[in-house]
């Protein structure tokens, strides 16, 4: 059974840091692309970062660009989300998902998904 395991969330004053991880167990995800999405109370799911499987290449959410950093070790099979200089704004449930292939923004493309792990900034 394949899974994605989220931690690292907790409650951070606004300015601090937090490191997500996200474990991989049940298959390899080799050729994956992997993902962060977040979802706050009464909004959309968005998303946030994601990094192919070579770990060439990322892409961010504009507004978490310079704050967020995603990467992945593949022999752990385990991705993570470094968050620094966290704002209000950021809080959210956050999920890890996987997608066959490239980098895709879009979280409908994406068919393995994490069961989340809350994050939230108080101001």
């Known amino acids: 059974q394949v899974q994605l395991v989220e931690s690292g969330g907790g409650l951070v004053q606004a300015g601090g840091s937090l490191r997500l991880s996200c474990a991989a167990s049940g298959r390899t995800f080799i050729n994956y692309a992997m993902g962060w999405f977040r979802q706050a109370p009464g909004k959309e799911r968005e998303f946030v970062a994601a990094?192919?499987?070579?770990?060439?290449?990322?892409a961010y959410k504009d507004s978490v660009k310079d704050r967020f950093t995603i990467s992945r070790d593949n022999a752990k099979n385990t991705l993570y989300l470094q968050m620094n200089s966290l704002k209000p704004e950021d809080t959210a449930v956050y999920y890890c998902a996987a997608v066959r292939g490239r980098i895709i923004t879009n979280g409908d493309e994406y068919d393995i998904w994490g069961q989340g792990t809350q994050v939230t900034v108080s101001s």
């Open positions: 990094i192919n499987w070579s770990r060439s290449s990322t």
